[in-house]
């Protein structure tokens, strides 16, 4: 065992954390303290002299360290929030991002609006989307594609915790025999593709350069999975079905262009909040 000063080590660990840039410093600091030692940030003031296992300790100490070298807090907390429930993710699977949660509502109000029975969630990473919207409808026939073996494995361990019924499949939407893969069809395409810049690429926040490229990248004016997941839905979109896509900033009007080259009808636009465009749909 090791007697520790835990408020010493709280103060000095905010000190360190804020000098890195790190906004949430105080909650973070005390979250990574808490994930080892069941401990009030009171006691944390109030306690001068702990005692905890050396194992602890250095979990501890290694945790804070990461963080401060910008790591991302949810990668060593092995848990991100997501529209009221919490997802596993981890090195090589994309953190799930609270203005994806606008894409979530829009696809739940069509598919109870139009009583859709079934829907393909594409580049589904954690499962995030395709889970809310299984967990949160009647909808009866549900899949998620994924290609990145480490994501995927992200996607199966959600999907259990959940006890969610929806069926995976590990496959790259630009293969050749993607259309073959799928064969069936779906009322409702959702998607948040990879779709950052080149330019995007170059002025990310240090804690994204621990993510996954190939989950960030949508070649060089990030619109190539849109082209393709329009492509495809010709032949896995039902008639009256529609297509749901979360975008970056800037890409609304790219992505309109998109659908209304491929004939989308009642093509519209999402805002989360603050009034950004985060999405865009269309019925086929
Ligand atoms: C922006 S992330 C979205 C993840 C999740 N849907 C979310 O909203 O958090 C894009 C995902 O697409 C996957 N992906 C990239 N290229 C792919 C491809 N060619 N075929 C299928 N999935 C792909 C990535 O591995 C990543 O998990």
């Not at 940030?41 to 401060?68: A, F, M, P, V």
């Not at 598919?111 to 889970?131: A, L, M, Q």
């Not at 996607?155 to 630009?174: Q, V």
Request: charged share 25%; net charge negative; hydrophobic share 35%.
């Amino acid at each position: 065992m090791v007697e520790i000063s835990i408020s010493y080590l709280y103060n000095s660990w905010c000190e360190i954390f804020e000098k890195a840039g790190i906004s949430n410093f105080k909650n973070e600091v005390l979250w990574l303290i808490q994930k080892y030692i069941d401990i009030s940030i009171s006691d944390i003031h109030l306690l001068n002299s702990y005692n905890i296992s050396e194992g602890t300790h250095s979990n501890i100490l290694n945790s804070l360290k990461k963080r401060s070298e910008r790591y991302p807090l949810q990668y060593i907390l092995e848990t991100q929030p997501f529209y009221t429930r919490d997802y596993f993710v981890g090195e090589g699977v994309l953190i799930p991002r609270s203005d994806t949660e606008c894409i979530c509502e829009k696809g739940i109000e069509f598919i109870n609006k139009h009583k859709y029975n079934s829907f393909v969630d594409i580049c589904s990473g954690t499962g995030c989307i395709g889970i809310t919207l299984e967990k949160e409808t009647q909808i009866s026939r549900c899949l998620a594609i994924e290609n990145s073996l480490l994501a995927y494995k992200y996607l199966e361990k959600n999907k259990k915790f959940h006890n969610c019924d929806i069926k995976l499949k590990l496959i790259d939407i630009f293969s050749k025999s993607f259309a073959e893969d799928i064969d069936q069809k779906f009322d409702l395409i959702v998607s948040n593709p990879p779709y950052l810049t080149k330019e995007d690429m170059e002025n990310l926040q240090p804690e994204v350069l621990y993510e996954p490229r190939d989950a960030l990248f949508g070649e060089t004016n990030g619109l190539s999975f849109y082209h393709r997941i329009v492509s495809i839905s010709k032949k896995i979109l039902n008639k009256n079905g529609m297509i749901l896509f979360e975008i970056g900033l800037g890409q609304s009007k790219d992505v309109i262009k998109i659908l209304e080259n491929a004939c989308f009808l009642n093509i519209g636009f999402i805002q989360d909040d603050s009034n950004i465009t985060r999405g865009v749909y269309g019925f086929k």
